[in-house]
Nanobody, 120 residues
Framework: HAQLVESGGGSVQTGGSLRLSCVASGYTDDRHCEAWSRQAPGKEREAIAAIDIDGSTRYADSVKGRFTITQDDAKSTVYLQMNSLTPDDTAMYYC???????????????WGQGTQVTVS
């Protein structure tokens, strides 16, 4: 079955950078979009970046200009390059893959288990 596995989280100081990876497996060619979301303790999940099958991207205002989402189809991997990190970026980061007919992201997507990012 379809599965997403995130990696690349960790602890970093303010102003630092991290690159998150999300590897997909078990899919047929029915994904139209992949996205990154994050959830900080006590806060709602926030969609922060998405990339469509045609390569178009969109970002939340909170990360625009600092984060970049890219995809490597050959590796079935989506990346999130995060620069100029601040303590407000501290959260669990999740990737999601949307099949045709579903929003991106949405609760009916396939979601990974998350990777923790801590900025101090």
């Amino acid at each position: 079955h379809a599965q997403l596995v995130e990696s690349g989280g960790g602890s970093v100081q303010t102003g630092g950078s991290l690159r998150l990876s999300c590897v997909a497996s078990g899919y047929t060619d029915d994904r139209h979009c992949e996205a990154w979301s994050r959830q900080a303790p006590g806060k709602e999940r926030e969609a922060i970046a998405a990339i469509d099958i045609d390569g178009s991207t969109r970002y939340a205002d909170s990360v625009k200009g600092r984060f970049t989402i890219t995809q490597d189809d050959a590796k079935s991997t989506v990346y999130l390059q995060m620069n100029s990190l601040t303590p407000d970026d501290t959260a669990m980061y999740y990737c999601a893959a949307a099949r045709y007919g579903s929003g991106c992201p949405s609760n009916d997507n396939t979601w990974g288990q998350g990777t923790q990012v801590t900025v101090s």
